[in-house]
């Protein structure tokens, strides 16, 4: 299993959220800084052997875990930027239903 911390304490609103993934999961210098860029992006994990649009390489079959610092934290002061982080995790997620050896995200708050 792999895993990834994102540092939401630097998470302030929807720019620094972009911000804050792009920088640790290495997204390319093209990332749109929305939420269907990010969908895209953390979809492409789903597809073994293809060139991924991150940093991050996770075997086949292998789940990403995304520990997530100052997650309550984020919750509290920003709701809306936690509920599209868990809304589009979910929506990439059951893309990955239907392909074999897909990894799924999953989301560790610490």
Same mark, same amino acid.
């Given at each position: 299993?792999?895993?990834?911390?994102?540092?939401?304490?630097?998470?302030k609103d929807m720019d620094s959220?972009?911000?804050?993934?792009?920088?640790?999961?290495?997204?390319?210098?093209?990332?749109?800084?929305?939420?269907?860029?990010?969908?895209?992006?953390? $979809?492409? &994990?789903?597809?073994?052997?293809? !060139?991924?649009?991150? +940093?991050?390489?996770? @075997?086949?079959?292998?789940? /990403?875990? =995304?520990?997530?610092?100052?997650?309550?934290?984020?919750?509290?002061?920003?709701?809306?930027?936690?509920? $599209?982080? &868990?809304n589009s995790t979910a929506h !990439?997620?059951?893309? +990955?239903?239907?392909? @074999?050896?897909?990894?799924? /995200?999953? =989301?560790?708050?610490?």
């Amino acid at each position: 299993m792999v895993s990834v911390e994102i540092d939401l304490t630097r998470v302030k609103d929807m720019d620094s959220f972009h911000a804050e993934f792009a920088r640790a999961m290495g997204f390319p210098d093209f990332y749109g800084s929305n939420m269907n860029a990010w969908e895209d992006c953390m $979809s492409d &994990l789903s597809k073994p052997g293809a !060139v991924g649009m991150t +940093k991050i390489e996770v @075997p086949r079959g292998e789940d /990403l875990v =995304l520990v997530l610092k100052g997650a309550v934290g984020l919750r509290e002061s920003h709701p809306a930027v936690f509920a $599209s982080l &868990l809304n589009s995790t979910a929506h !990439v997620n059951r893309g +990955k239903m239907t392909i @074999p050896g897909s990894s799924r /995200l999953l =989301l560790l708050p610490v």
